[in-house]
């Protein structure tokens, strides 16, 4: 039972998607079959690492290759048509987060998916990571009690907008990139239960100064159904001389408890000829070679991506889309993450409390 992947976006995190299905292939789990991206020369050293046949047009990929899935490793407002091209070709869908920047692009995919009976899925991958897995645990067994709020930030190294997307950050913000990780995760918490409100602030001077036109950063305070509040700090403006590319974290309150997970420093820790002192995020990413010398992946990081690959195998064999329901990152997911942080955005604009209203 062959399962046929392709991947749009060859870039930065395009290439975890990539060593992802190779690895899920060397496993006979898949065959990553082709990589569509808009630049040659990204394409041609692609083609080299991975095997891969490469397209610069996904329409033209999804027409010639006949694939059973794609992943969407795109920046964030090109999502919209290549999932519904995707979708439109047959394939089952992994997009990365926000699954779309607006309300409406959300709901043309849920409606896509639903006629095309095709699964969309959402790369919400701190829901796979164990820390916040033990987290949720104690939530639904009752040992936290019954959640009251909580509070997590995220936030980036300057040189992720500065020099790794100049041109796409001034069209996003931290609360795009790196918000929508724990507003979803929250969510996933508590019951995925809606927001009912949210009040929002934002600063821009650093990122400005440097030519580059987006909020350095975001803070929010987002109120749930059932009285569950939760504030959100992020930004991407840390020195580079920090320690790690991101610094994270999330606590919970409960009736009869807390919990606490600083998700960047895990205690390994290094220091390198470029870099005075380092923590890394081993959970998420860590690199071995298996007996033969291939490359081996493991973390969360990864095991979100590769839910693709067992979600289509299940359906494969048999399975039904109302079986998988509620059990990964779905459209409706990625739908209300979309909804609160459009009301972030909104309530910045106009210093006003956001009523997010129903959907």
């Known amino acids: 039972m062959a399962i046929r992947i392709g991947v749009v976006g060859g ?69 919209l048509p290549i999932v519904l091209a995707a979708l439109e070709a047959g394939c089952h869908v992994l997009v990365e987060k926000p699954m779309d920047v607006t309300v409406e692009g959300c709901r043309e995919m849920i409606a896509a998916a639903r006629k095309a009976e095709r699964l969309l899925e959402v790369d919400f991958h701190k829901r796979y990571d164990p820390y916040h897995m033990a987290l949720r645990e104690s939530i639904e067994t009752g040992k936290l009690g019954k959640p009251l709020y909580g509070y997590a930030w995220m936030e980036d190294r300057v040189e992720v907008p500065r020099d790794w997307w100049p041109n796409w950050a001034c069209k996003s913000s931290p609360a795009w990139f790196l918000g929508a990780h724990f507003v979803d995760l929250f969510r996933w918490l508590i019951g995925r239960k809606k927001g009912r ?51 994270q974290g999330i606590r919970v309150i409960g009736t009869e408890g807390i919990l606490e997970v600083d998700s960047q420093d895990r205690g390994a820790e290094g220091c390198f000829k470029d870099r005075t002192h380092e923590t890394l995020n081993l959970g998420f990413k860590l690199y071995s070679r298996d007996k033969l010398g291939n490359p081996r992946y493991s973390g969360y990081g990864f095991e ?15 399975g039904r889309l109302t079986d998988l329901q509620g059990k990964y990152p779905d459209g409706q997911d990625g739908l209300e993450t979309t909804r609160i942080l459009c009301g972030i955005h909104q309530s910045i604009a106009t210093g006003k409390l956001v009523e997010l209203g129903t959907d």
């Open 11 to 79: 870039g930065i995190f395009g290439e975890m998607h990539l060593q992802t299905f190779s690895q899920c292939q060397r496993g006979g789990r898949c065959e990553l079959v082709s990589l569509a991206d808009l630049n040659e020369n990204l394409l041609a050293k692609r083609r080299e690492q991975y095997g891969v046949k490469t397209y610069r047009d996904y329409r033209e990929m999804f027409a010639r290759e006949h694939l059973d899935g794609v992943s969407v490793v795109t920046p964030d407002p090109t999502h």
């Open 197 to 247: 409100r949210v009040y929002a602030t934002g600063v821009k001077n650093k990122l400005k100064s440097l030519g580059v036109d987006t909020f350095d950063c975001v803070q929010a305070k987002i109120d749930f159904e059932d009285d569950v509040s939760f504030a959100l700090d992020t930004s991407w403006v840390l020195p580079s001389g920090f320690e790690a590319i991101v610094n």
């Open 304 to 318: 979100s991506i590769a839910d693709l690959v067992e979600n289509i195998a299940f359906l494969k064999c048999g």
